[in-house]
């Protein structure tokens, strides 16, 4: 079993910037793939980006690709996301998610068998 927390989140203007963090206890072994996932009210789960186990492979989406940064520590467990250039477009909750049978980085959603509470981001206009 995997527990995940995310904090971090919060109110932002649009063009600023925000980190969420994911702080992962229980079996966090150099093997389980970790990502975020966002969902906006309305709308579906969406993949944002992934860390492999080892920290050594990361995938983005497109939405995060050149203002989204993803990253997790040596002893694997906190994940940090640094997002910036935020836009209203970013608004949602941002969701940490482990996935136990991945050691690379995870894209496919239902893959992903461990989820943390999330954390609200609203970013303003």
């Known amino acids: 079993q995997v527990q995940l927390a995310e904090s971090g989140g919060g109110l932002v203007q649009a063009g600023g910037s925000l980190r969420v963090s994911c702080a992962a206890s229980?079996?966090?072994?150099?093997?389980?793939?970790i990502g975020w996932v966002r969902q906006a009210p309305g709308r579906e789960r969406e993949f944002i980006a992934s860390i492999s186990g080892s920290g050594g492979e990361i995938l983005y989406a497109e939405a995060g690709k050149g203002r989204f940064a993803i990253s997790r520590d040596h002893a694997k467990t906190t994940l940090v996301l640094q997002m910036s250039s935020l836009n209203p477009e970013d608004t949602a909750v941002y969701y940490c998610?482990?996935?136990?049978?991945?050691?690379?980085?995870?894209?496919?959603?239902?893959?992903?068998?461990?989820w943390g509470q999330g954390t609200q981001v609203t970013v303003s206009s």
């Open positions: 229980g079996r966090t072994s150099s093997t389980l793939a």
């Open positions: 998610a482990a996935a136990q049978h991945f050691e690379g980085p995870v894209s496919r959603i239902l893959s992903y068998d461990y």
